[in-house]
Each structure stands twice: as structure tokens, then as C-alpha cells.
């Protein structure tokens, strides 16, 4: 039965054509973004998958980012600690040569003492982004080393523990306290200090306390206040003196003023060892401090080598294997751990580049088999809407039935 008001023909062949425009937006699309899944619309789960896998990625590149930076604080600890090794050899023939009693053991010792300042100048040198793990002033550094996912889906994050190797002539003591009225306070502690408010504020005074009268010459204090750093270096007449807290406070006082002119400073002649400074400025002003102990240091022996004399010498033969065996060690352990990031850092990338292929097999579009079927889906369009047009012509034939 033919029917000017139903054309089922004309029907069939859009609902064709549709499928076609439908299929070749798809295949198109594949082809534009280069990927078969690029929305949650076209498989919702292998979508979650990758996008999982994706922000794995990126924060594996973090990961990456932060080995590098481990890499390159290990390797500077560890070329320290081999030049270390190294000048402690060349002071080791300086020692031995002064074993023989027709030398000049005075010269002898100006090269000893030399080798000395240069061992302290590499140790104190060696930082990295302002981390130091040589000179006695940390104990170990964290590096971020992966992001493990379980599979309940949480993720933690490993890190690898780089103990420090103290190869400083001098340690780190708490033999002061800071009390500020605004900020942090802290007292016992390696390094200690305070924040104080500007002029007008309510904070704008602290204290330092000098507490430990037991002190030998060779030993530091370090401030800094603000930008500015000073440090008074306890001599072996303050040492011998009644109240050696009140010269270095006296010393510090002095320091402070000739450097700072955003703070006063008054020192309190009733309170042993005691200074107030006062923040003048506009702004905040933080302020810090750290003690260095003369000699307890792990190459703290090195300050008694002196090969002037026969005995010193003697003395002196016995004490360098020791130190030489120390820095050896500490090399030992920074290339054990550099290697260990080095490891890392190489599994780092692989597992990156695994998971990029993995991402890649999940969503990627096969683009030959989506140029080829292209092409074919063109041509189904091109007969779909041939098709359309011929059904939609056959209502004319019923005109002739009327003539």
C-alpha cells in the first residue's frame, strides 16, 4: 500500500543517515583529540581509570623533581666529605715528616693549621638550597622518593632518610635562651629565636639570656637579626674570666648595633648575661641564634693537632687515622645513599613512562583503523543521503495515478 501521509521508505533511510552522521561525529572525534575515550561519556570507567593513572603521572613528576634535588644535596655532602678525606691525607704527610726531628716543625705547622682553616671553609661550604649535611647542624634530611596506591585506592608517600655526617671541628649546643614576647620562644635548643612586631605594637621587645657559664676558647654565637648576622667568638680570656656570659652579651650587644639600625639593645649589668632588644622599625623583625661548641665536633681532635713539638707530633699521628677514617666513612655513606637515589630516580621514570603507555593502550584511538573507517563512513553517508532523497521522491509517482 502506498501512502502520501506515511513514507516508511524515507523513514528508514534518515534513521540510517543518523546512525552514519552519529558514527562519523564519533570517528571524527577520535581522530581530532587522538583519543577513543576522551570523556567520561564514552566509557565511564576506563575514563576514572585513566584519569587516576593520569594525576599518578603528574605527581610522579613531582617525585622526580624532588630526587633530583636530594641527588644534588647528597652529591655536594659527598664531594665535601672526599675532599675532606683528601686533606687529611695531605695533613697526614705533614704529620708523618714532622716525626723526624731534624725538620722545621714550625713551618710544618703553618701548613697544618692551613689544611685545617681549608677543612673547616669546605665543611662550612657545603650546602645545598641552604642544607648542610657536614657541619654537625642537622641530623638527617627526608627526601620524597615515591607514592604508593593500594588497592583500596589510598596513596601514601615514601621518603628516603639521608642521615648526616658531622665532620665540623665544632657542634651545635644550646648555651642561650630566647624569650620573645611575640612569636616562637624556645629554650635548650640548637637553634632557637623570635619574631618581634614593629614600632607601636605590643611585641615590639625580647630577651637573650646567655645561661651556660661553662665555655672554652674556640666556641660561637651566631644572631642574626633580621638580615644582618653577627657572632662573637669566646677567646681564652673570657674563658678565664668570673662571668665569661656577660663579655659575650657585652660583645653581642656591640655586634648587633654596629650592624642593625632596626633594633636597641640593652644589656642588663643585675642579670648575668642577659640582652633586651627593642624593634624600632615599621616592620616585624625575626630573630635567631645558634651556638657553635669549640671541638665536639666529629673532627673536633683536628683544633689540638699541633706538630711544633716532638710530643705534639706523636700525638698528632695518633689522632689523624681517626679523623681520616671518619671522613672516609662519611663518603662511604653519601655515595651508598646517592646511589640509592640514583636507583630511584632511574625506577621513577621507567614507572613513569609504564604508566604513560598503560594511559595511552586504555584511550588512545587506533589511527588506522580510524582513518580506514572514515573513509568508509563517508561513503555510507554519501548512500544514506541518496537513499533519503529517492524515498522522498516515490510520493510523486502516485501523481500519475490521477491523470
Known amino acids: ?81 672526599e675532599t675532606v678525606t683528601d686533606l687529611l691525607t695531605q695533613m697526614k704527610t705533614k704529620i708523618v715528616a714532622a716525626q723526624e726531628d731534624n725538620v722545621d716543625r714550625a713551618k710544618l705547622n703553618a701548613d697544618v693549621t692551613a689544611l685545617k682553616d681549608q677543612i673547616n ?44 655526617q658531622d665532620l665540623s671541628t665544632g657542634g651545635y649546643t644550646a648555651k642561650a635562651a630566647f ?8 629554650d635548650n635548643a640548637d637553634a632557637f629565636g623570635f619574631s618581634l ?18 665555655y672554652a676558647a674556640g666556641d660561637k654565637i651566631t644572631l642574626r637579626v633580621g638580615e644582618n648576622e653577627v657572632s ?28 642593625s639600625a632596626e633594633v636597641t639593645v640593652d644589656y642588663d649589668s643585675g642579670s648575668p648575661g642577659t640582652l633586651t632588644i627593642t624593634n624600632t622599625g615599621a616592620d616585624s623583625v625575626q630573630i635567631s641564634g645558634q651556638f657553635t661548641n669549640a671541638g665536639s665536633g666529629a673532627l673536633g681532635a683536628l683544633a689540638s693537632i699541633d706538630v711544633s713539638t716532638g710530643s705534639g707530633a706523636s700525638a698528632a699521628l695518633g689522632s689523624i687515622e681517626s679523623l681520616i677514617n671518619t671522613a672516609i666513612d662519611a663518603s662511604a655513606a653519601f655515595g651508598s645513599v646517592e646511589r640509592r637515589l640514583d636507583t630511584q630516580s632511574d ?28 573513509q568508509a563512513l563517508q561513503v555510507q553517508q554519501q548512500l544514506a543521503t541518496q537513499s533519503l532523497s529517492i524515498a522522498n521522491q516515490a510520493p510523486q509517482s502516485l501523481l500519475s495515478l490521477f491523470r
Not at 179 to 186: I, K, L, R
Not at 232 to 259: F, M, N, Q, R, W
Not at 360 to 365: F, I, L, P, S, Y
Request: no cysteine.
Open 1 to 81: 500500500m502506498s501512502s502520501i501521509l506515511t513514507n516508511n521508505s524515507a523513514m528508514v533511510a534518515l534513521q540510517t543517515l543518523k546512525t552514519v552522521n552519529s558514527n562519523l561525529a564519533s570517528t571524527q572525534n577520535e581522530i581530532s583529540t587522538g583519543k577513543s575515550i576522551s570523556t567520561a561519556k564514552d566509557n565511564s570507567a576506563i575514563w576514572a581509570i585513566s584519569k587516576v593513572m593520569e594525576s599518578d603521572v603528574e605527581g610522579f613528576k613531582s617525585i622526580s623533581e624532588s630526587l633530583s634535588l636530594g641527588q644534588s644535596t647528597v652529591a655536594v655532602a659527598r664531594q665535601a666529605s
Open 347 to 374: 625506577f621513577v621514570s621507567k614507572l613513569t613512562d609504564s604508566l604513560k603507555t598503560g594511559i595511552g593502550t586504555m584511550v588512545d584511538a587506533d589511527m588506522e583503523e580510524a582513518s580506514a573507517r572514515l
Open 232 to 259: 662573637y667568638t669566646v677567646t681564652a680570656e673570657d674563658v678565664a674570666s668570673t662571668t665569661p656570659e656577660d663579655i659575650i652579651a657585652v660583645g653581642l650587644k656591640a655586634a648587633i648595633e654596629s650592624t
Open 179 to 186: 624569650t620573645g614576647t611575640d612569636g616562637v620562644s624556645a
Open 121 to 164: 671553609s669546605v665543611v662550612s661550604a657545603a650546602q645545598f638550597n641552604g642544607l648542610n649535611l657536614v657541619d654537625g647542624s642537622t641530623a638527617s634530611a627526608s627526601i620524597l622518593s615515591s607514592l604508593d596506591r593500594d588497592s583500596s585506592g589510598n596513596v601514601t608517600a615514601s621518603s628516603i632518610s639521608v642521615s648526616a
Open 197 to 214: 612586631d614593629g614600632t607601636g605594637g605590643t611585641d615590639d621587645a625580647g630577651t637573650i639570656v646567655i645561661t651556660d657559664p661553662t
